[in-house]
């Protein structure tokens, strides 16, 4: 059985980009010495109080050299505003120390006038209408067609495209044929990133890769940068987009039974996506209270395993079984509604969960060949 990769034509495309423009994040570089950090939320910049996220909070910390883990040990042993004089008093020392005048960019939330991310230097993100021309041209060069176009609350969007015209299948599976592309993406966090994306033919499932040999990161548009990620696209294209160490992949997530920890995962990952989603709809694309009860029916609570125990218990599902799961429920219609970056976040955690970046809980797992064999326990009957 094939399905058909739905792609997106012209016209939406083009509603897709204006959306994306519009959302662009604010840009403004700022004397570091001039920012108060009021708390965990917000900042004071002359004189005006502005909100700041949770991963904006974690970026300052970075840029002052602090860890979250001390910062919150810090809030324990003391309090917030005890913790508030302790950091401003850093980040003044860090500016007064400084040969050059320290300078960071915010990045600002067109709606929200919330402040996403900071940044040390002003060229770390790519504005969307660079990186806009920039994937349009590689598609344009490469003959791709675009799956799927998202553009989150922050303003960070996302392009997965595909080669339609170029299939490629794993040796001795016969069921099993790709069609390969390109996820491109450009955020706050992580700026201009260039994945490998492939559709499973047999249910037209798509995923992000997260393998980091086929990692491609943009850092200026223009130079030597553009034309050493430029080359890494052609290299992808010359292979019909079949990622690097793709095909063992693929063998290895077959051959691995997913924990219940990794099923648990998969599980939340499908939940967090929509809170229409509950756990029983959710169980058609991860069995997860199936688990629960064989496991039960042998007197084995599982509210009561550890997390050690869980990444230790085998289930009746492969990792690319669960992986599956999630690309399916990420890129059919269901009886749910998801948004499309919503859609596009479910095929990045499934590729971060396939790229196996942690490892897989029972890879390295040893067959036990005395399951069920009823041999005698010799020093038990020793009388």
Known sequence: MSNTITTLGSEIIKQKQTEALELQPIRKTVQLREIEILD?????????????????????????????AFASRFEELFN??????????????????????????????????????????????????????????????????????????????????INTKGNFGIKDMSNEV?????????NAKHGFTVVPYVNRMWCANGMSLNMAEEQFHLKELGGIYLDNFLN???DL????????????????????????????????????SSKEVDRKYAEQWIPLQENYNAYNDKGIDTMMMQGSQKKNAHTNQSMWSIINGITHFATHDNAVKLEDDTRTKLMVDAGDLFGGKRGFDLADGVINPFVNSGIQQRGANLN
């Open 40 to 68: 965990n939320d917000s900042i004071s910049y002359q004189g005006h109080v502005i909100k700041i996220t949770n991963k904006a909070f974690r970026n300052l910390l970075s840029i002052l050299k602090v860890s979250q």
């Open 80 to 161: 917030e505003g005890a913790k508030k004089d302790f950091l401003n008093r850093l980040k003044q020392a860090t500016t007064v120390t400084a040969k050059t005048e320290r300078t960071v960019t915010m990045i600002i939330n067109p709606q929200s006038r919330e402040v996403v991310a900071f940044h040390k230097k002003n060229n770390q993100l790519i504005s969307t209408e660079g990186f806009l021309t920039t994937v349009n041209n590689i598609i344009d060069n490469n003959n791709l067609d675009v799956t799927n176009f998202s553009t989150d609350s922050d303003g960070g969007v996302r392009v997965n495209t």
């Open 178 to 186: 790709f069609t390969g592309g390109v996820s491109f993406s450009n």
């Open 232 to 234: 890494q696209i052609n």
């Open 237 to 272: 294209s010359k292979r019909n987009f079949n990622p690097k160490g793709f095909d063992e992949q693929v063998r290895k997530t077959m051959n691995t039974p997913a924990s219940l920890s990794e099923m648990e995962t998969a599980m939340h990952t499908i939940l967090n």
